[in-house]
């Protein structure tokens, strides 16, 4: 059994970014299986066009099961460079002890109030933050959503199980403190969308934190096929700093922490902390 039929129907997509149907282009090289990534041709986004239906409920549960393809992927076809990445995470880890980032820029940022986690998995991020921040979570896994708000109880908070565009359309518009899209923009089919209700349900003076993949990255230049960021058919957005930019002013997003650091090229990621300002 193929991985498609293993995942149910596949969809079609046009450029997340801009809408143009790209289904003429050719393939990027960097696809793999029947997992068709391509370039845009009107503004070089780079997407997958044809990612499984999580609508599906199979299909999502499918997803959990399947979320750590890659390493599978990566022993199995590149033994030795899948040791040395290991070797060298764990020593970077150990060499670097890096700082909490994501904890970092909730305390320079986001003011006391509501805190939504947008694919909060099992609200481990919510169950650290502060007593001040009220917290809520998305997550469209029933089994995690289940574990999620069981715990959050114990702090007042709540889980909403939907997928993350109708979950954060479930929020009173002007209430949230902060959005967290931590690892969550580079899977969401309709990211401008996300982005704009994420928008809306910020109050003036909130923010929103990103994190994801740099398709910029030096990394990716050099690793070709083999770059971390990739993976089938999990991460349906190949955001690099400008398209990422582009897409949170078009949502009606200012930028406000978003320097040379937070795009470092030697780094996979990118951090990104945009407000609203209205
Ligand atoms: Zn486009």
């Not at 650091?261 to 407000?275: A, E, G, H, K, L």
Request: charged share 25%; glycine share 8%.
């Amino acid at each position: 059994m193929s991985a498609a039929e293993n995942l149910g129907d596949l969809l079609h997509r046009n450029c997340p970014n801009c809408e143009t149907d790209n289904s003429d282009r050719p393939a990027l090289s960097y696809s793999w299986q029947e997992w068709q990534l391509r370039e845009c041709g009107a503004c070089r986004f780079v997407y997958l066009e044809n990612p499984p239906d999580y609508a599906d409920f199979k299909v999502a549960f499918a997803w959990e099961k399947n979320h750590g393809d890659r390493k599978v992927r990566m022993r199995k076809e590149y033994p030795l460079a899948y040791g040395v990445s290991k070797a060298w995470r764990k020593f970077y880890r150990w060499a670097v002890r890096k700082p909490d980032k994501l904890a970092n820029r909730i305390n320079k940022w986001v003011l006391p109030g509501l805190v939504i986690d947008v694919g909060c998995g099992n609200a481990d991020r919510l169950l650290s933050l502060p007593a001040h921040y009220e917290t809520s979570g998305i997550e469209i896994s029933k089994a995690l959503a289940e574990e999620a708000g069981a715990l959050l109880a114990t702090r007042g908070g709540s889980i909403t199980n939907l997928p993350a565009v109708e979950g954060l359309a479930s929020y009173e518009a002007g209430t949230a403190s902060g959005v967290l899209m931590r690892s969550f923009l580079e899977h969401e089919h309709k990211p401008i969308e996300l982005l704009s209700h994420a928008a809306r349900v910020l109050k003036p003076g909130g923010v929103a934190i990103i994190k994801v993949p740099n398709f910029s990255s030096l990394n990716r230049r050099i690793m070709g096929s083999r770059w971390c960021g990739f993976r089938f058919p999990g991460h349906v957005n190949y955001f690099t700093p400008m398209s990422l930019r582009t897409m949170v002013a078009d949502a009606g997003l200012a930028t406000v922490g978003f320097g040379f650091f937070d795009r470092f090229p030697f780094s996979d990621n990118m951090w990104m902390v945009v407000r609203k300002d209205v």
